[in-house]
C-alpha cells in the first residue's frame, strides 16, 4: 500500500514517488496510533465514497467505450497482460480470498462492536454486496480500455481522467483514500496479533517498527509487488476460508450431538 501511494501521486501528478510513500506510511501511523475508534470512524467516512466513485468511473468507461469491451478479448490476446494466477478461475478465486486473510482478524474485532448478531451480519452482506458490485463495474470498465491501460500501475485512475480531467482529479484522492483504508487495518491487526492492548506503549512502539519495515519494502515497483504478494495472500486465504468453514461445521454439529445424548 505504501508502494501504490507512491505510485498514485507519481503517475497522475508527477511527484516523487517518495512524497506518496512517506505521506501514506505517516497517515496510516497517526491513525493506528488513535486506537480502533478513531479507525472505525475514518474507514466508515471513507468506504462508501470509494464504492460510490469505483461504479461511477467503472460504468462511465463502458458507456464511453462499449466497442472496447466487445473487443476485450481480442485486445488482451494482442497485449502482455500482467495474470495473478493461470487462469481466470483461480484468480476470481484468490482475490476474494486475498481480502479474507488482510482483513479477517480486523473484522472479527470489529464485528464485537455491533450491537448485535442482526446488525453485524446485516453490516456484513450490505459490504460485501456493495463491494462485489463495485468491483464487478469497475473490472469491466478496465476491460473497456485494456489496450490503453495495460501497462499502468493505476489504470482505474487512467480511465477516471481519461472520462473527464476534473473527475480524475476527485478520484485520485479517493484512490489515496481506498489506499490509506487498506494499509491502516493491516498495520493495526499485526500489532494487534502481538500486543492487544492498543494503550501499551510497546503497541506504539511496535506500529513505528513495521511502518518503517513497510516504507522500505514500500521501495519495490507497485505493480511487481502487487503480482507478487496478492496471489500468494490469496492461496493463503483459501486455506483459512476453509479452516473457518470447518469450525462453523463443528459447531453445528456439537449441539446435535448433545440432543441426541439428551432423547437418549
Known amino acids: 500500500m505504501i508502494a501504490g501511494a507512491g505510485a498514485t501521486l507519481n503517475e497522475y501528478y508527477g511527484l516523487n ?11 496510516a501511523l497517526g491513525t493506528v496510533i488513535m486506537g480502533l475508534d478513531g479507525l472505525v470512524s475514518i474507514v466508515s467516512k471513507i468506504g462508501p465514497a470509494i ?18 469491451l466487445a473487443k476485450a478479448e481480442e485486445t488482451m490476446a494482442a497485449v502482455q497482460v500482467t495474470k495473478a494466477a493461470s487462469n481466470w478461475l483461480i484468480s476470481g478465486i484468490i482475490f476474494p480470498a486475498m481480502g479474507c486473510i488482510m482483513l479477517a482478524p480486523f473484522l472479527a474485532q470489529l464485528g464485537k462492536e455491533a450491537a448485535s448478531k442482526k446488525e453485524a451480519r446485516a453490516g456484513g452482506f450490505l459490504g460485501g454486496f456493495a463491494f462485489v458490485t463495485a468491483v464487478m463495474i469497475m473490472a469491466y470498465g478496465l476491460m473497456a480500455s485494456i489496450g490503453d491501460l495495460y501497462n499502468k500501475d493505476v489504470p482505474s485512475l487512467f480511465i477516471a ?10 478520484f485520485s484522492f479517493i484512490l489515496f483514500a481506498g ?9 493495526w491487526l499485526s500489532c494487534n496479533r502481538l500486543i492487544p492492548d492498543e494503550k501499551d506503549k510497546r503497541f506504539k512502539i511496535l506500529a513505528l517498527i513495521l511502518t518503517i519495515i513497510a516504507f522500505i519494502g514500500g521501495q519495490f515497483s507497485f ?4 503480482n507478487a504478494l496478492y ?9 483459512l476460508m476453509l479452516c473457518i468453514l470447518k469450525t462453523q461445521l463443528k459447531k453445528k454439529e456439537v ?8 432423547s437418549e
Open 231 to 239: 496471489p500468494v495472500s490469496g492461496y493463503f486465504g483459501i486455506i
Open 161 to 170: 481522467d481519461k472520462m473527464f480531467p476534473a473527475i480524475g482529479v476527485l
Open 179 to 187: 489506499i490509506y483504508t487498506t494499509a491502516v487495518p493491516m498495520l
Open 255 to 262: 449441539p446435535l450431538t448433545e440432543a441426541g445424548i439428551l
Open 223 to 226: 505493480s511487481a509487488l502487487v
Open 17 to 27: 514517488p517518495q512524497i506518496g510513500r512517506i505521506l501514506m506510511a505517516v497517515m
Open 51 to 68: 464504492i460510490i466513485f469505483a461504479i461511477i468511473v467503472g460504468l462511465g468507461n463502458i458507456i464511453m467505450n462499449p466497442s472496447g
